[in-house]
Nanobody, 127 residues
Framework: QVQLLESGGGLVQPGGSLRLSCAASGSIFSINAMGWYRQAPGKQRELVAAITSGGSTNYADSVKGRFTISRDNSKNTVYLQMNSLKPEDTAVYYC?????????????????????WGQGTQVTVSS
């Protein structure tokens, strides 16, 4: 069992920055990859960033160059640094952990690969 807790969401102006954190607890040894999903009202949940146990990262085209996913293994925490935020980034952001075999990103949403989910944190980008 893995528990995930997101934090760091809030209201930010366009062009601003936020840093999301996801703290993992429980059977963290079983985690092979972690990702950040987001879901805007009326839209499907999409994978925006992922990082594997080996440190490989991947980003959705919509956030490349603006978002950075990173991890601190000593704290069992993954981060999502979001820069140059746009109104279309407004969504509930979910931390997710994958305990099975990859791949963990690419074509498709990979939601079936991510076994554990946080409760989400709201990010609102508005002037």
């Amino acid at each position: 069992q893995v528990q995930l807790l997101e934090s760091g969401g809030g209201l930010v102006q366009p062009g601003g920055s936020l840093r999301l954190s996801c703290a993992a607890s429980g059977s963290i040894f079983s985690i092979n990859a972690m990702g950040w999903y987001r879901q805007a009202p009326g839209k499907q949940r999409e994978l925006v960033a992922a990082i594997t146990s080996g440190g490989s990262t991947n980003y959705a085209d919509s956030v490349k160059g603006r978002f950075t996913i990173s991890r601190d293994n000593s704290k069992n925490t993954v981060y999502l640094q979001m820069n140059s935020l746009k109104p279309e980034d407004t969504a509930v952001y979910y931390c997710a952990a994958a305990g099975g075999r990859g791949p963990y990103y690419g074509d498709g949403d990979f939601k079936d690969k991510y076994n554990y989910w946080g409760q989400g944190t709201q990010v609102t980008v508005s002037s």
